[in-house]
């Protein structure tokens, strides 16, 4: 196999997109395995011992909030888009939709992964690897989540980038339609927040370059959310990652909005405190009321982002409530 009709049959696994939900259940899973592959390890995982585990945990991680998660889905529907394999997949029991059973898959220790073909060339080429992973990191998740992403599914040390790589790691590899980001959309949204966090007003600069002030997507740019500055907030960097992972959200509130901590977010330290003292309190407010956040673009983040449930008292959390 050669990379063209690696990339090609890559493109061709179909992802559940429906009504703005997230589903990165297989975009997860095949980061899972190219981390086996980064670390050299067999091509046929065991779903219980080797995949059940670790898939639940980038689920649970980086995945939509959900009440039920689960990891044999997209394990056993992978083998319809040609990437995948599990050997005897015809002789195990399965829903009416073609679903294999969990336990069944434990009961017959059931493995799975890469085709032969495919592996052999993964193997071969750890570049390829490497590119693999930034396509569907750049497909289904924002920047700011792809290195914590690539180290819980065990991609070595050497495989962790820390600036967003040009073409062709990540537009246009899976999906030639692809939009590309737009370059104005961080000048835009840092210049309506006055250049400085909409969260907790940082500022600081290095004589006139901001240090620290990034652009973020509300609904993010992998799932559909539009370059345009009611879609965005200027964020210090550890509000923005706070954004992305759900640890922080937003409410709408006579007709403005408010800022929401996570009550599953806690520590011993000040930063803590700090972090938690921004729970309830005012967004910080754009240049125009032009610019202000979506409320279309605020409940879809409420819905497939936010760590639901919110801090509901002003204390400070301890882990005994966390």
């Given at each position: ?55 639940v945990d980038l689920l649970e991680r980086f ?72 396509a569907l990191l750049y497909e289904h998740f ?84 539009p370059s345009m500055v009611p879609n965005g ?90």
């Amino acid at each position: 196999m050669k990379r063209d009709e690696f990339f090609q049959k890559l493109g061709q696994v179909k992802f559940w997109r429906t009504r703005g939900q997230r589903a990165p259940h297989k975009p997860l899973l095949v980061l899972l395995a190219l981390g086996r592959v980064a670390r050299r390890e067999e091509r046929l995982a065991r779903y219980e011992q080797d995949l059940e585990g670790p898939l639940v945990d980038l689920l649970e991680r980086f995945g939509p909030p959900r009440k039920a998660i689960h990891p044999e889905y997209p394990f056993s529907r992978l083998p319809h888009d040609g990437s995948w394999e599990i050997p005897g997949k015809e002789s195990l029991p399965a829903t009416g939709q073609g679903d294999l059973h969990r336990s069944g898959l434990i009961k017959h220790a059931v493995t799975g992964g890469f085709p032969e073909p495919i592996y052999e060339l993964l193997r071969s080429d750890s570049g390829l690897v490497q590119q693999a992973a930034q396509a569907l990191l750049y497909e289904h998740f924002p920047y700011s989540l792809h290195d914590d992403i690539r180290t819980v599914a065990g991609f070595p040390a050497e495989f962790l980038v820390q600036e967003p790589p040009g073409p062709p790691y990540g537009l246009g590899v899976l999906r030639p339609s692809a939009r590309p980001r737009d370059r104005n959309f961080r000048h835009n949204v840092l210049r309506a927040y006055d250049c400085c966090c909409a969260v907790c007003g940082f500022d600081l600069r290095l004589e006139n370059e901001l240090l620290g002030l990034e652009a973020a997507h509300i609904k993010w740019h992998s799932a559909g959310g539009p370059s345009m500055v009611p879609n965005g907030l200027a964020l210090c960097s550890i509000h923005h990652k706070a954004l992305d992972r759900g640890a922080l959200g937003l409410a709408p509130i006579a007709g403005e909005f408010k800022v929401l901590i996570s009550s599953k977010v806690y520590g011993e330290s000040v930063a803590t405190r700090w972090f938690w003292d921004c729970h309830d309190a005012p967004l910080r407010h754009p240049r125009s009321s032009d610019f202000k956040p979506s409320a279309e673009f605020v409940k879809w983040h409420a819905r497939e982002v936010f760590r639901s449930p919110p801090r509901d008292s002003p204390r400070q959390p301890t882990r005994g409530n966390a």
